[in-house]
């Protein structure tokens, strides 16, 4: 993927970083796409994406994002750099 909403994409907004073409749907370490298969990387993609599933949640239940949980465009920031 190039970062780029796909035209099938169901939600209003862009999807999360790290969130599959199904909404709700998170992936990391070799799942991901374009992957360095590194197991350090993969530990962290993980903890990322469990604050990413809190904040989906949220979403659903029309709350709030978790409190502490970093703002989603920090995460989309340190999905992109990996």
């Known amino acids: ?3 780029r909403r796909r035209p099938e ?3 209003g907004r862009d999807p999360l970083a790290l969130e599959a ?3 709700g749907v ?3 370490g070799d799942a991901r796409h ?9 530990v962290g993609e993980g903890a990322m994406a469990t604050a990413l599933v809190h904040r ?3 979403e659903l239940d029309g709350i709030s ?3 502490g949980a970093p703002p989603t465009s920090q995460l989309d920031r340190a999905a992109r750099v990996r």
Do not use: E, H, I
């Not at 374009?34 to 993969?42: I, M, N």
């Open 9 to 11: 994409w169901p939600l």
């Open 65 to 67: 994002p978790v409190k």
């Open 1 to 3: 993927m190039d970062g």
């Open 26 to 28: 998170f992936v990391a």
């Open 56 to 58: 989906r949640l949220a």
């Open 21 to 23: 073409s199904t909404p």
């Open 34 to 42: 374009g992957s360095t298969k590194r197991v350090a990387g993969a």
